[in-house]
Every structure is written in structure tokens, then in C-alpha cells.
């Protein structure tokens, strides 16, 4: 029987992905807290799968994951939240590139129980094929993957002079056609400091700019006649983004970077 990971904090959300697991046949153990998991995970068998909300009140759970990756690499992850992927932190934005891309999926709350079983069940097999995949390789290749995934190791790499490390993917050359359709939602390449800092400042922009038009939807629902209070601070806010955006676009063509920026919209 296949054992589930949950780390959610949100008590509805926790029995409804738990309902929905057990009537399928998962084995699931249940963690409200980064810490809890971790001591569930060293007091148990590896387990197969790990669903995680991404923001939690002590810890990031991005963070948390590559923690539980490191320990047990054949674990895979479903990371859930109801912020879309391009309203993450920043520092989970980079930490994640860490991760092998075919070990983890992200499921956007809410979301009904046929959608999380499908995609529980597509990142196993698709998780289980990757292991297949390494088994197969010569031992040479074995350092090839990612044996310390850390932020601090992103950066050291990074900090160490070459411009771009590419993460492997087993699946790269896997003949499939299907596993060359796996969606790409982030660049697979961890950048220079600089670009580093430069992508922060970015993603950070889009953070502020996201927020402040949730609040000024919210004022709207809420009758707020003095709603158009945001115009002001909205109309800086995106003009920070644009200047942001392109700093890192002049850094990019400089060392002539060639990322596709649909991957970041």
C-alpha cells in the first residue's frame, strides 16, 4: 500500500484530502506542522508521497519538502496552496528549482477530489518511472543528482563563478512521448548571484502588486466605497514590476541568457 505524507494546517482541507486518499487505498499519516512531519518521516518507512500546503505559520513547507527530499530522494511532492504559483516567496520560487522537476506538482486550492486524485496518482507513476529511469543509469551518472538540496548549495553553486547550472532531469532522454509533456512552470537553470538578486527584486514586485489588487477587489466586495484609494498605489506598484522586469531582462541579454519569460506569467 502506497503511504501518503499530509502537512496541511487548514483543518477542512486536511479531512478533505484525507477522505479522499483513504477511499482510494493510500496509507496516510497526518502533520500540521513542518515539525511534526519531519518526526513522522524518522520515525517511519520513507513515505511514497508528501502533500504540502506551501505557507505555514512556522515554516515554509517548499522548504520543508526539499528537508524530507533530501533524507528519502524517491519520496515524491504535491505541493498545495490557494496562492498561484507566481504569487509564491520569492526565496520558495528559487528553493523549489532545486527539486527534480518529475518528483513534484502543484495543485492550486480549491480543488475538487477527482482533480487531486488524478494528480496523485499521475505524480507516483510519474515519479516511480524516474526512479526506473536512474536505476538504469551507469553508476558514473550517479552524481548527477541532487544529493544536498539546499538553498545554501543554490547559492554556493551559483556564487562559484559559472553563470548557470542546469538541474538534471532522468527523464530528459526517456523516450516517451508523454513524459516530454510534463509542464514546465519554472526555468530549469539555477542563475548567478546577481541574476539571482535581480529575479528576487522581481518576483518580489509581483508579490506587492498581486496583493494590493486582492485588497482593493476585497473593498469592492466589501462596499468600501473609498476603493479607488488602490489606483495610486497599484499604478506604482506595476511600475516597479516594469522596472524590475526589465533590469533583469538588460542582465539576461548581457550574458545572453535565453529563458523563455511566458515560463514566469
Same mark, same amino acid.
Given at each position: 500500500?502506497?503511504?501518503?505524507? #499530509?502537512?496541511? @494546517? ?10 479522499t486518499?483513504? +477511499?482510494?487505498g493510500?496509507?496516510?499519516? /497526518?502533520?500540521?506542522?513542518?515539525? $511534526? ?6 520515525? =517511519?518507512r520513507?513515505? @511514497? ?8 505559520? /512556522?515554516?515554509?513547507? &517548499?522548504?520543508?519538502?526539499?528537508? +524530507? ?5 524517491? %519520496? ?19 528553493t ?15 480543488f ?7 494528480h ?27 544529493? @544536498?538540496?539546499?538553498?545554501?548549495r543554490?547559492?554556493? &553553486? $551559483? ?9 538534471p ?8 512521448? /508523454?513524459? =516530454?509533456? *510534463? ?6 537553470? #539555477? ?11 522581481? +518576483?518580489?514586485? %509581483? ?16 462596499? @468600501? ?6 489606483? &495610486?498605489? *497599484? ?18 541579454? $548581457?550574458?545572453?541568457?535565453e ?7
Open positions: 500500500m502506497e503511504t501518503v505524507l #499530509v502537512l496541511e @494546517d487548514e483543518p477542512l482541507a486536511m479531512r478533505m484530502i484525507c477522505a486518499l483513504r +477511499l482510494n493510500y496509507e496516510l499519516a /497526518e502533520a500540521t506542522t513542518p515539525t $511534526a512531519a519531519i518526526q513522522m518521516a524518522c520515525e =517511519r520513507p513515505f @511514497d508521497l508528501l502533500i504540502a500546503d506551501v505557507t505555514l505559520p /512556522e515554516r515554509s513547507g &517548499v522548504r520543508t519538502a526539499l528537508d +524530507l527530499y533530501a533524507a528519502s530522494p524517491e %519520496i515524491a511532492i504535491l505541493f498545495v496552496s490557494g496562492t498561484p504559483f507566481e504569487g509564491w516567496q520569492p526565496r520558495d520560487l528559487l523549489v528549482q532545486i527539486l527534480p522537476r518529475e518528483v513534484w506538482e502543484f495543485l492550486r486550492k480549491p475538487r477530489a477527482s482533480a487531486l486524485k488524478l496523485v496518482r499521475q505524480l507516483l507513476d510519474r515519479s516511480a518511472a524516474a526512479r526506473s529511469v536512474q536505476s538504469t543509469r551507469a553508476p558514473a551518472a550517479a552524481s548527477e543528482s541532487v544529493t @544536498d538540496p539546499t538553498m545554501e543554490l547559492l554556493r &553553486v $551559483a556564487g562559484s563563478g559559472n553563470d548557470v547550472m542546469t538541474v532531469n532522468p527523464l530528459e532522454n526517456w523516450g516517451s512521448n /508523454e513524459s =516530454r509533456s *510534463i509542464p514546465r512552470r519554472i526555468p530549469d537553470v #539555477v542563475f548567478c548571484p546577481e541574476k539571482v538578486s535581480l529575479t528576487e527584486e522581481f +518576483l518580489s514586485a %509581483i508579490q506587492e502588486l498581486t496583493e494590493l489588487q486582492a485588497q482593493q477587489t476585497r473593498a469592492v466586495i466589501e462596499d @468600501d466605497p473609498d476603493f479607488s484609494r488602490f489606483d &495610486v498605489l *497599484i499604478h506604482m506598484a506595476n511600475e516597479r514590476k516594469e522596472q524590475a522586469k526589465y533590469a533583469l531582462i538588460r542582465h539576461m541579454e $548581457a550574458h545572453h541568457c529563458e523563455r519569460w511566458n515560463r514566469w506569467h
